[in-house]
């Protein structure tokens, strides 16, 4: 069984930077895939950014949402088996609640993602 715990949400000011980080546990074959995804108050939970445990960057690509390129940046440290995202020049409309979860598949469709974390709150705010 894969368990997620996440960390490092909070309140920032916009503008600002904040690190999460998702530290998972008994990893497998199926859950080779990590996700970051986010969902604010009344809207569905959207796609973030993902990376891949394994396989070559060249084919296996860091993969980001639209409203977040450029300024996230998701990495891994596979000794600390460790994902990390990290967020600049946040905005208010990147408050939400930030969750990580771990698949088999390169998806950004949450329903492919087999385990969850239980999410860090990130509040952009002057």
């Known amino acids: 069984q894969v368990q997620l715990v996440e960390s490092g949400g909070g309140l920032v000011q916009p503008g600002g930077s904040l690190r999460l980080a998702c530290t998972a546990s008994g990893r497998t074959a199926s859950s080779n895939v990590m996700g970051w995804f986010r969902q604010a108050p009344g809207k569905e939970r959207e796609f973030v950014a993902r990376?891949?445990?394994?396989?070559?960057?060249?084919?296996?690509?860091?993969y980001y949402a639209d409203s977040v390129k450029g300024r996230f940046t998701i990495s891994r440290d596979n000794t600390k088996n460790t994902v990390y995202l990290q967020m600049s020049s946040l905005k208010p409309e990147d408050t939400a609640q930030y969750f990580c979860a771990a698949g088999g598949r390169n998806s950004l469709i949450p329903r492919d993602y087999d385990y969850w974390g239980q999410g860090t709150q990130v509040t952009v705010s002057s």
């Open positions: 990376i891949r445990w394994s396989g070559s960057p060249t084919f296996y690509p860091t």
